[in-house]
């Protein structure tokens, strides 16, 4: 404990090392508090500021941990650190351990690991190289990018492959699926990326992780896997407000079109190369294939989501289902007389054998204590059962652990309490830090709710909302993001804008997300229209973003199926389903919103909140009270009066 408060003191190791450090009493509170929970090994929620540094508050007690019980010659300890997204796992690999390794003189072994579809399979590149038939212009170029990078790269991580775009419809073809994946079968097990990363992994005293992985991993969701966090004596989890809906995600159940085409597709690729004698293996095939995409036609072109027990009521939607079943058993018959045969084909009956039973899980409908749902995206169906609570489970494996449990965010707490992030998680005897940010939102922002708006869903809304952001767009000489809680109002509204501001606008949809922040970074005078993916994770600092408006108070919206089984079951215990789900949720994502204005101590701002509900419902207090103590407005021409002097002050900088 004594050198993990050495070491944020005025000539501790972070000043000796890092010029300009300076102490910040929050970050030695949660830093202290860490490194207690790590002792105890005991569970920890600390909600911490914009601005606190909880990075290093909780890398150095975790690191300090290990490297004190190395020296003592006990087994040191083995700490997992689980984020949000890959973006945040190659940054603290990347740029904050190698600091901290430094700082603090110690030789443990760190790690970074992703999920499988992240590794180049070489198995699966040389079944596809030929092309297969099934590979059209686009995928044939990038997959010689794909083999050309394959003789150089030692890591087989596809991130390296900066010529092929991220979304490139290649990347299945070359990767594995937890379904796909022959293991210790496969040709190639000895020089397998994937596991050469796991086994780094598993040696290592500090692993990177993101949370879909984590509990891919607990919840045993990834053959071959599953050994990595038994052994951790401190898990960590960075923003991690994201994770109950994701650990409810992996103690469920999904069941994908997707999944019955990949099995479709591999069975024909081994018919046509290995097995040509056996005709009805690829009948079989294309059979299935062609009722999995007539059940995919059935639902709207347009992504949607909705309750698959009301789904299933429809009698055209059971009738399909029904014909998938039949033919998904087809397929497996005539699988099964080819089991022996390869390698392939074996792990095609194995496959077959889990989606029907997946499927007789989707089927039984009448089970409690589950939602089903589904979810379409332009080309794929997922059916999910999903658990409408995992505190059991959850608390459980915490408990029979023995590990000390560190969650953290910047957005966890709804009016000062965790209550709504720890009961879901089963999380009740867990100690509470809430520390606020340094900065000074008094003097650096303003917080303007404008008067007189058209409701939601009037067809003036987005007319009023470019009305609105016209003059403070000007005033701030771009430097603004438009953040929606819709992609219809988002395109309405960037419609309406496009000719009557002078500024280059940035859409979502246009490009991919790093390549739209990094245009919106790169132009001084740009303004970015964006939905939930640009709510949180984006980093923006100085006078490259000045104005935040936000279309609305971001509430769930009432159809989710998720929501309506847990405000249901909520109802039936007694509890008020809109103040115990729908109010937290939306106070948190709101906080996720507003964070990207202000990240460092010399950046000021406009934040507006285009939702009177803030100033006339009793639950906006709810609202305020969670939000950075900002002086608020209701004035426009002060807001814009406002930003106009932020901007004269960059221009007489420059």
């Known amino acids: ?34 490194a207690l929970a790590i002792e105890n090994k005991t569970s920890l929620i600390v909600e911490a500021g914009t601005g606190t540094g909880k990075t290093f508050a909780y890398l150095i007690p975790a690191l300090l941990a290990n490297k004190e019980a190395a020296e003592q010659e006990q087994s040191s300890k083995k700490i997992i650190v689980s984020t949000g997204t890959k973006n ?21 072994q760190i790690a970074l690991l992703k999920g499988r579809a992240n590794y180049l399979c070489t198995y699966r590149l040389e079944q596809y190289q030929s092309g297969g038939g099934q590979l059209d212009a686009q995928m044939l170029t990038d997959l010689v990018k794909v083999k050309n990078w394959a003789n150089t790269t030692l890591t087989g991580d596809i991130g390296e492959l900066v010529n092929v775009q991220e979304g490139s419809a290649i990347f299945p073809y070359v990767t594995s699926t ?56 401190v898990v960590i989890f960075d923003e991690a407000h994201q994770i109950s809906d994701i650990a409810s995600e992996y103690f469920g159940e999904a069941f994908s079109t997707r999944q019955l085409l990949d099995l479709c597709s591999d069975v024909l690729q081994v018919y046509r190369t290995s097995l040509t004698d056996v005709k009805q ?4 095939a294309e059979k299935l294939m062609k009722t999995t995409q007539e059940f995919r036609l059935l639902f709207p072109y347009d992504p949607e989501r909705g309750n698959w027990r009301e789904q299933h009521r429809q009698a055209r939607i059971a009738s399909a289902f029904a014909v998938i079943k039949t ?87 709804v009016d000062g309490t965790f209550e709504h992030f720890a009961k879901p998680l089963g999380l009740d005897q867990a100690s509470h830090l809430l520390l606020d940010s340094p900065f000074d939102y008094q003097r650096q922002s303003q917080l303007l709710v ?40 988002m395109n309405q509204v960037a419609e309406l804008l496009e000719g009557r501001v002078d500024n280059p606008l940035l859409v979502q949809g246009q490009m991919a997300k790093q390549t ?65 789900i729908q109010l937290p949720q939306a106070v948190i994502a709101l906080k996720q919103g507003v964070g990207r204005l202000i990240r460092d101590v010399s950046d000021q701002g ?36 406002f930003l106009q002097t932020i901007t004269d002050n960059v221009g007489e900088k420059t």
């Open 1 to 34: 404990m004594k050198s993990v408060e050495r070491a944020f003191s005025d000539n501790g190791l972070l000043a000796n090392a890092i010029s300009g450090f300076s102490p910040r009493q929050a970050q030695i509170d949660m830093a202290m508090e860490v």
């Open 88 to 108: 945040l796992q190659e940054q603290l690999f990347h740029k904050d351990m190698p600091l901290i390794r430094k700082v603090l003189a110690t030789n443990a």
């Open 178 to 233: 937890v379904d796909n994946c022959l293991a210790r079968d496969c040709p190639h097990v000895k020089d397998c990326y994937l596991i050469k990363a796991r086994e780094k992994a598993i040696d290592a005293d500090l692993v990177v992780v993101n949370h879909h992985l984590f509990f891919a991993d607990m919840a045993l969701k990834d053959t071959g896997f599953g050994e990595l966090i038994p052994k951790a004596d």
């Open 281 to 284: 293996l690829g009948r079989a």
């Open 327 to 413: 033919d998904l058993d087809f397929l497996y018959q005539v699988i099964k007389l080819c089991v022996s045969r390869n390698d392939a084909i074996d792990n095609c009956f194995e496959r077959a054998v889990t989606l029907l039973s997946k499927y007789d899980i989707m089927a039984n409908l009448e089970v409690s204590g589950m939602s089903f749902w589904y979810e379409t995206t332009r080309r794929h169906v997922v059916l999910h059962q999903t658990p409408l609570s995992v505190a059991d489970k959850f608390s459980a494996y915490i408990k029979a652990s023995g590990a000390g449990w560190i969650f953290t965010s910047a957005t966890l707490a």
């Open 450 to 489: 404008p008067r007189f708006l058209p409701e939601a869903n009037h067809r003036n809304r987005a007319s009023a909302l470019a009305e609105l952001a016209m003059p403070l767009i000007k005033a701030s000489g771009g430097a603004c993001f438009m953040l929606f809680t819709s992609y219809r109002v």
């Open 516 to 580: 739209l922040l990094s245009e919106f970074i790169d132009n001084d005078n740009a303004v970015l229209l964006a939905t939930a993916s640009f709510w949180e994770g984006v980093d923006v600092r100085g006078d490259k973003l000045t104005c935040v408006i936000i279309d609305k108070l971001p509430f769930a919206s009432p159809d989710d199926p998720l929501l309506q089984a847990r405000s249901e079951d909520v109802k039936r215990q007694g509890g008020d389903p809109f103040y115990h």
């Open 606 to 641: 406009i934040m507006v909140i285009c939702d009177d509900r803030l100033v006339n419902r009793p639950y906006g207090e709810v609202f305020l009270k969670s939000l950075p103590d900002m002086k608020r407005s209701r004035n426009l021409v002060q807001a814009a009066q």
